[in-house]
């Protein structure tokens, strides 16, 4: 169950960028599960990695390879290649010499990304055995096949696809992504693949999407869980009739807004997506020292279940959020300056129960499906918003059952 409308975008061909998908049979025989992707030669390319201390695999070689002017991506499903040691370093490994003799490049060349069930060893035949379709499948126009192919529990495949001009020139930016449990990235999405024809050098590129996914990516949780197989590239196949964008120019200034403004679409669509999620919740955190404070008001709140649950039962339980303000480990937290409001309703001032809170009004706001939850904290000017979602019945029999 997704939370608002999510229907697939009308998706732009991206100059440079070719996709194909096929069936390798991973974890079922009915949908692709393995998605290559290929970059024109002299693009650049940019990657952000889980920090979880157990990354996967792939994790581990996509690091390596991406000094090496990577060509071709290879995408998973069904199989994280976590939590499978050295054997599954020798099984990304091989996956992309399996890629490299398909396409006549390097292995090096390759980055490899995987996600589904950790502790499984990853099926190198199958996926070898399905590469040659997948290869025979690329095409400028399967956006839609490639985010239906990197699914896992996703209800729906998300995508963003915008065009911006510069100098008179466009330049087309496209974006798929896959999460919906064990999403609190740390750094980027369970999984996020960007791509523009822009013309760019790969420093920048990078600078560009490590900004980008820290006020996005970095900005949403479903379960607090951080993922070993997260990752978040951004490929610039430099195809654009635009003129190169450089650090000193007002034009990275118009490029990387773009760039934000496609990881914030794709970051909102997971929590949309989020497991068994039936609301929406934004919380905005105002007035705080500074941006890590109110973020972990933000995360505080967020990752309490007891805020969550209370969502999900529409119950304007609002003492659950000023306890979870309480334990966030703010310092000298003046609490008689603290506010608090659902939607526009505000529920604590000075200290307690707003004077002119009703049980009505906010019963109000919480049988909606989008909720902001805004905390003023009466102490500085930074303000961030972290993104969540409410935890049902339905998170708990998902990932329950998420090997059977």
Same mark, same amino acid.
């Given at each position: ?46 990657? %952000? ?17 991406? &000094? ?14 976590? /939590? ?20 006549? /490049? ?39 096949? &490639?985010?239906?192919a990197i699914m896992t ?27 919906? /449990? ?101 919380? %905005? ?15 505080t709140i967020a990752h ?45 001032k000075n200290g307690g ?28 000017? &930074? ?12 998170? %708990? ?8």
């Amino acid at each position: 169950m997704a939370v608002g409308q999510c229907n697939f975008p009308n998706m732009l061909n991206v100059a440079g960028i070719a996709l194909g998908t096929a069936c390798a049979g991973i974890k079922q025989t009915i949908k692709d599960d393995i998605l290559v992707i290929q970059m024109a030669k002299h693009s650049t390319c940019a990657a %952000v990695f889980t920090q979880n201390a157990f990354c996967a695999a792939p994790v581990h070689v996509a690091k390596a390879n991406l &000094a090496y002017a990577p060509r071709w991506l290879l995408i998973n499903s069904g199989n994280a290649n976590a /939590g499978t040691g050295d054997q599954g370093i020798h099984n990304a490994l091989n996956s992309c010499e399996g890629l490299a003799k398909v396409t006549g /490049g390097l292995a090096n060349e390759v980055l490899p990304f995987s996600t589904g069930v950790i502790g499984q060893p990853l099926p190198v035949a199958k996926i070898i055995e399905a590469l040659p379709k997948a290869i025979k499948n690329l095409s400028l126009d399967n956006w839609d096949k &490639a985010a239906q192919a990197i699914m896992t529990t996703d209800t729906f495949p998300k995508a963003v696809s915008k065009v911006i001009k510069i100098a008179g020139k466009s330049i087309t930016i496209n974006g798929i992504s896959k999460g919906a /449990g064990m999403i609190q990235p740390n750094m980027a999405t369970m999984l996020g693949f960007i791509a523009t024809d822009a013309i760019i050098n790969q420093v920048l590129l990078q600078n560009c999407l490590a900004i980008a996914v820290e006020q996005s990516f970095n900005r949403i949780t479903v379960d607090g869980d951080t993922s070993t197989n997260d990752a978040c590239v951004l490929m610039a196949s430099g195809c654009s009739d635009a003129p190169e964008i450089t650090a000193d120019s007002e034009n990275y200034a118009i490029f990387s807004d773009a760039i934000m403004s496609v990881c914030k679409q794709l970051a909102e669509a997971i929590v949309r997506d989020g497991e068994g999620a039936t609301k929406l919740m934004r919380i %905005v955190v105002k007035e705080a020292l500074h941006d890590e404070e109110a973020v972990r008001v933000g995360k505080t709140i967020a990752h309490s279940p007891l805020v969550k649950t209370a969502f999900f039962a529409s119950d304007p339980n609002w003492g659950r959020i000023l306890a979870a303000v309480g334990r966030s480990g703010i310092q000298n937290m003046v609490l008689d300056n603290v506010q608090i409001f659902l939607d526009d309703v505000c529920i604590v001032k000075n200290g307690g129960r707003a004077d002119d809170y009703t049980e009505e009004a906010g019963q109000q706001v919480m049988n909606r499906e989008e909720i902001t939850i805004t905390v003023k904290l009466g102490r500085g000017e &930074a303000i961030q918003e972290v993104l969540t979602c409410d935890l049902s019945y339905d998170y %708990v029999k998902i990932n329950a059952e998420y090997r059977t």
